[in-house]
């Protein structure tokens, strides 16, 4: 799994919620996906060491 995909598919989520700084699912969706972007390394060493352990193979399977 690589950490892109996931940060795409967040953001996909994200755009998907209308814009409503108000709206408590929007607020929460924006700030963790720019949270993430800016701390891509960090998340990159997250997703590989839980990619290693299993975490995402039943959606890698999925894609296959």
Known sequence: ???ERLLAELNRLRQD???D???LEWL???H??????Y???EFQKYVAEED???AFKQAE???D
């Open 52 to 54: 290693a352990k299993g």
């Open 1 to 3: 799994m690589k950490a």
């Open 32 to 37: 963790v996906f720019c949270f993430v972007s």
């Open 61 to 63: 399977d999925e894609r």
């Open 17 to 19: 919620v209308p814009k």
């Open 28 to 30: 929460t969706l924006h």
């Open 21 to 23: 700084p108000s709206d």
């Open 39 to 41: 701390k891509m390394t």
